[in-house]
């Protein structure tokens, strides 16, 4: 049975693994225990196969707005839902005061990633625009968006 908590500090090293599996150009250690640790306006929700972590969504807040920075699931768990979940138990993460409220989730996608893509178009996501040799390998990156007010 799959389960989700908050990531912490001891799950480093499985995020690492999961990082370097998954992304064409993964975020460094120092970058992942900065996100875990440093970032003020971060949170990160893992998901579990009883203790092996099998993915997990990097998400930060800001005012009335939050940016999915990554989302990943190893491959021998994918097309179970289980991203869809890790999407679902962030916006229910958001603040519930009214002044705090998450009105909007912004996302970029690489052009190329076709499943990515479909999972947010199938969560309420909108295409707003391309943007042009976004990452390093100069692959454009499709900017999303998700009202949720």
């Given at each position: 049975?799959?389960?989700?908590?908050?990531?912490?500090?001891?799950?480093?090293?499985?995020?690492?693994?999961?990082?370097?599996?998954?992304?064409?150009?993964?975020?460094?250690?120092?970058?992942?225990?900065?996100?875990?640790?440093?970032?003020?306006?971060?949170?990160?929700?893992?998901?579990?196969?009883?203790?092996?972590?099998?993915?997990?969504?990097?998400?930060?807040?800001?005012?009335?707005?939050?940016?999915?920075?990554?989302?990943?699931?190893?491959?021998?768990?994918?097309?179970?839902?289980?991203?869809?979940?890790?999407?679902?138990?962030?916006?229910?993460?958001?603040?519930?005061?009214?002044?705090?409220?998450?009105?909007?989730?912004?996302?970029?996608?690489?052009?190329?990633?076709?499943?990515?893509?479909?999972?947010?178009?199938?969560n309420g996501?909108?295409?707003?625009?391309?943007?042009?040799?976004?990452?390093?390998?100069?692959?454009?990156a499709i900017?999303?968006?998700?009202?949720?007010?």
């Amino acid at each position: 049975m799959i389960n989700y908590r908050k990531l912490t500090l001891s799950d480093l090293d499985a995020l690492e693994i999961i990082e370097n599996e998954c992304f064409i150009d993964p975020f460094k250690k120092e970058d992942l225990l900065y996100e875990l640790k440093d970032n003020p306006v971060n949170e990160l929700i893992g998901a579990f196969d009883e203790d092996k972590l099998i993915g997990f969504i990097d998400y930060m807040i800001t005012f009335n707005s939050s940016t999915i920075t990554q989302i990943a699931v190893t491959k021998a768990y994918r097309k179970q839902r289980i991203a869809t979940t890790l999407l679902t138990l962030m916006e229910e993460s958001f603040p519930k005061e009214i002044d705090d409220k998450v009105e909007t989730i912004t996302l970029e996608v690489r052009e190329s990633n076709e499943p990515a893509h479909k999972l947010y178009l199938s969560n309420g996501y909108e295409d707003v625009l391309l943007k042009k040799n976004y990452y390093k390998d100069a692959e454009n990156a499709i900017y999303m968006v998700k009202r949720i007010l």
